[in-house]
């Protein structure tokens, strides 16, 4: 993000190219659902339901299997990004800065085994397997918008579950206030660490509150797969109220802590990254106006700028969160 970025990386996905081996079909959710006994289905499930079934899965990785979460703020009813374009077009500095990059080079990142390291003020700390983490909890389909600082958009179908299931299960202690995020960061395999802009490992950080909330989401998966290297795998945080940056990929430990942890980016430029970086469009970053964004795969003369949305779009979940701060001082 230090490195302004252009778009030359991109390809444009052919339909053709998108192998429609199972269709994600709303009449099998119904069903299911019925058959569950859920009743009130609201006028934005429905709508959701409709762009899952435009949205096929794409058959490239292991099926990763979920059930439609029923979580408000869940199921965002924009129509979903082209698998195409959400594993071609990637942030993931670890193996290069341009957008192309991960996707190119990211074959080497070696996902088993695979293990997280749980630790600081926690009940059960310990280093827990990839495939005892798989089974915490059941996994959920998520349909979020991913919101990068650079002022692009996504909407992804995520397949995990809220990281506040993982945290109920470790017993953080009464004094763990923050929650401090260490992703992979292995020279043999990942060439972007060659490169200085960031003081390698790639960390993140969440307050309490915010990594309890039940939007924040570990993901395994997209798009009913798992993860592909590039998006993060084995799995990655989701935190859908943050600038993408916030939401570190192959994540190798979780630690909990009492004070506010120095994430990545504010230490390389602590002027233009704070530790919230939560979606504001009236809190404009010094090189980019947050106040609208490009849908990646909304191309062409006609494609108009999408206005941001304030925490981006999840101002009923998370709004109260922030009660009284001022977010241009806490952004
Ligand atoms: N996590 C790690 N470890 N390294 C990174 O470079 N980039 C972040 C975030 N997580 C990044 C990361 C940024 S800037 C964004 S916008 C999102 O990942 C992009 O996620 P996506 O490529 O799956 O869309």
New binding site residues.
């Given amino acids: 993000?230090l490195i302004r970025s252009s778009d030359s990386g991109r390809i444009h996905p052919v339909p053709s190219e998108i192998t429609p081996r199972e269709v994600f079909t709303g009449r099998r959710d119904l069903l299911r659902q019925v058959a569950a006994g859920a009743a009130g289905l609201t006028l934005a499930s429905w709508a959701a339901r409709d762009a899952r079934a435009q949205m096929p899965r794409p058959g490239v990785l292991a099926a990763l299997p979920a059930t439609p979460s029923g979580l408000a703020g869940a199921q965002v009813i924009d129509k979903p990004t082209s698998y195409k374009d959400?594993t071609t077009y990637?942030?993931?500095?670890?193996f290069g800065t341009d957008k192309s990059d991960?996707a190119r080079l990211a074959h080497t990142l070696k996902t088993r085994p695979w293990s997280v390291e749980i630790d600081g003020l926690v009940k059960k700390p310990g280093r827990y397997g990839l495939e005892d983490l798989l089974k915490w909890s059941a996994m959920e389909e998520r349909i979020y918008r991913?919101r990068?600082?650079e002022g692009w958009s996504?909407v992804?179908p995520w397949v995990g579950y809220s990281l506040s299931e993982l945290i109920r299960r470790v017993e953080p202690q009464p004094s763990a206030r923050y929650v401090e995020f260490y992703?992979q960061a292995d020279r043999t395999t990942m060439p972007g660490l060659r490169s200085s802009i960031i003081d390698w490992p790639?960390v993140e950080g969440l307050r309490m509150d915010e990594a309890q909330h039940p939007l924040t989401l570990l993901a395994f998966g997209m798009y009913g797969e798992v993860l592909p290297n590039?998006?993060?795998a084995p799995l990655?945080l989701v935190v859908p109220w943050k600038?993408?940056?916030k939401?570190?990929?192959?994540l190798v430990r979780i630690r909990f802590v009492d004070k506010q942890p120095v994430s990545s980016w504010e230490k390389s430029a602590p002027q233009e990254y704070g530790f919230y970086s939560n979606v504001n469009p009236l809190v404009d970053h010094p090189r980019w106006s947050q106040a609208n964004e490009r849908r990646i795969g909304e191309d062409g003369l006609l494609a108009k700028r999408r206005k941001t949305l304030m925490f981006n779009g999840y101002e009923p979940q998370v709004g109260s969160l922030y009660a009284g701060m001022d977010l241009k001082k806490f952004f």
């Fill in positions: 993000m959400a990637n942030n993931f500095y670890e991960p991913l990068c600082v996504m992804i992703t790639y590039q998006n993060g990655r600038y993408g940056f939401s570190a990929k192959s």
